[in-house]
Structure formats: structure tokens, C-alpha cells
């Protein structure tokens, strides 16, 4: 009788084996590329502003006393001083309704104009004429959320009332932290967020992929939001 040829290895599994190694390789060899250069990056990223958080703060409560409880004429007032100032940096179409998206993100659903979109900094016009409610999100960024008309309300676990922050005050969420936030009925907002702004995207088409499914919505946004970010990094806007 022939003797038993011992079993070949099991090429599907050293082939499996393989590809893992080489993934998490490539994975190493990345974060060791990125890492100190996120690190650097980090250390400089006031370097990469424009917008400063005082003007901005006092910017919102000049439209807010020029034209109280006008929205229209507020962001007017705001979009203009704004273009004249940056006008290479500042999307000035407030007034086009194609500029207008909804956004729905932490179960909260308000309409959007994009003011400014870059890698390290976003100013937008956010609100709603009906009340709106939900989660902040954590993010890789502070916010800095002009009210111009209504109210915003701000909750955060352990405290047992709410902030309120009424025309013409800033809520600051620092970048990490998070709040339940509310707006009880109408209520637009100058919002600014400085830091990583990438990262936030996520959260900002997480409803739209999950609940909603708006595709359309979701692709306007996508345009507008890439529009903006590469109009800005031609004339080196980071």
C-alpha cells in the first residue's frame, strides 16, 4: 500500500492570513504618516482661521438691534458686512433659494445657508420658523451659536434647568462636550464652528442616510458644502 501524502496547508487560510497582514501594515504605516502631521497641524490651527469669534459676536447683536425680530433683514445685514469684508471666503447668495437646504442631524431639522465652508472653519445661518429639538452631536470643533431671532434652549446632564440664551447672546459648545438642545418655536441662529471640520460631516449625513433617506437633500448639500471647501482651498484657505 502507497504511503499517505500529507495534507496540502490550507491555502484559503494563509491567503486570508496574508491580506490581513498586509491591511493592518498599510494601516500602521498611515497612522505613522498622519499622526505627527495631524499632531503639527493641531498645534497651528489658529494659524488657519480668518473669522474672529468678537466680530462675529458683535457683528450678531448690531443686526439684531438694527432690525429686531426681522430675520430677513438680519442676515442681510450680516451676509453683506461679511462679503465686504471676506469676499473671496463668503458664499453672498443668501437670497437664492437654491442656496437653502434642510438639515437634519441629531433628530433636530432646521433650514441651512452655507456662508463659508474650508477644512477648519464653517459659518452658517441655521434655524426654523416651527421649533426644532435634538442632540448637539460631540464634535472635533467649537460652535459658536449666534441667536439672532427667537430663543435657544440647552440642557446638559446633572443640571436640573435650562440655558437659555435669548437675540443677540452666543452658545458656546466647546469642542467634545454635548447638550440636548431646543428651539421651543421660531428661532435662527449665526452658527460658527472652528477646529476639524470634516469630522463633522458625519453627524451632519447620518439622518439623511439612516431616517430620513432625503437623497435629494443630501446631494444639494454635498454640491454646496464641496463647492464652497474647494473654491476656498484654490486661493489657499485651508
Given at each position: 500500500m502507497a504511503p499517505k501524502k500529507p495534507n496540502p496547508p490550507n491555502s484559503k487560510s494563509g491567503s486570508s492570513c496574508c491580506s490581513l497582514t498586509k491591511i493592518l501594515t498599510f494601516v500602521g504605516v498611515l497612522v505613522g504618516v498622519l499622526a505627527p502631521i495631524v499632531y503639527m497641524l493641531e498645534r497651528n490651527l489658529e494659524s488657519f482661521y480668518i473669522f474672529d469669534t468678537a466680530h462675529l459676536h458683535d457683528l450678531a447683536q448690531r443686526g439684531v438691534s438694527a432690525h429686531p425680530n426681522d430675520t430677513a433683514a438680519i442676515v442681510n445685514?450680516?451676509?453683506?458686512?461679511?462679503?465686504?469684508?471676506y469676499p473671496k471666503h463668503t458664499n453672498p447668495k443668501h437670497d437664492d433659494p437654491e442656496e437653502w437646504v434642510f438639515n437634519n442631524a441629531g433628530g433636530a431639522m432646521g433650514g441651512m445657508y452655507l456662508i463659508h465652508?474650508?477644512?477648519?472653519?464653517?459659518?452658517?445661518?441655521?434655524?426654523?420658523?416651527?421649533?426644532?429639538?435634538g442632540h448637539s452631536g460631540r464634535h472635533t470643533a467649537d460652535d459658536y451659536f449666534h441667536i439672532l431671532t427667537g430663543e435657544?434652549?440647552?440642557?446638559?446632564?446633572g443640571h436640573y434647568k435650562?440655558?437659555?440664551?435669548?437675540?443677540?447672546?452666543?452658545?458656546?459648545?466647546?469642542?467634545?462636550?454635548?447638550?440636548?438642545y431646543k428651539?421651543?418655536?421660531?428661532?435662527?441662529?449665526?452658527?460658527?464652528?472652528?477646529?476639524?471640520i470634516p469630522p463633522m460631516l458625519f453627524f451632519g449625513f447620518a439622518d439623511a442616510l439612516t431616517s430620513t433617506l432625503d437623497f435629494p437633500t443630501l446631494y444639494r448639500t454635498v454640491v454646496i458644502n464641496g463647492r464652497e471647501i474647494i473654491r476656498n482651498l484654490l486661493v489657499a484657505k485651508f
Open positions: 445685514y450680516i451676509v453683506a458686512e461679511l462679503h465686504e469684508k465652508s474650508s477644512i477648519t472653519e464653517y459659518l452658517i445661518i441655521f434655524g426654523t420658523a416651527v421649533g426644532t429639538e435657544q434652549w440647552a440642557y446638559t446632564p435650562r440655558e437659555v440664551f435669548p437675540p443677540g447672546s452666543v452658545h458656546h459648545l466647546r469642542r467634545g462636550s454635548v447638550k440636548q428651539m421651543p418655536e421660531g428661532c435662527f441662529a449665526l452658527e460658527y464652528a472652528r477646529g476639524w
